[in-house]
């Protein structure tokens, strides 16, 4: 029985003041398991992992994610 390796993706939002966060977890988790842990609705932002365009259903890997807004909050 093998030990699985965790998963870690450096999150940034935008448009926001926040600084980068590291965020580690099991392999097999969704884009949408881990916004919601972040308290953030999936229909209200585009992510983008390392540049390239992802669906929130898709299935998280290591690397960077970019969730950007775009809905307003007024």
């Known amino acids: 029985m093998s030990i699985s390796s965790s998963v870690s993706l450096r999150i940034s939002v ?3 003041k ?3 966060s ?3 977890f099991l392999p097999g988790k969704k884009y ?3 916004l ?3 308290k953030i609705n999936p229909e209200t ?3 983008l992992k390392d540049g390239e365009l992802v669906p929130s259903d898709g299935i998280a ?3 960077n994610l970019s969730i950007i ?3 307003s909050k007024g």
Do not use: A, K, Y
């Open 45 to 47: 932002v585009l992510l």
């Open 22 to 24: 590291i965020m580690e």
């Open 32 to 34: 949408e398991d881990l």
């Open 18 to 20: 926040e600084p980068l």
């Open 14 to 16: 935008e448009p926001s």
């Open 69 to 71: 807004i775009i809905t």
């Open 61 to 63: 890997t290591s690397g």
């Open 36 to 38: 919601r842990e972040l």
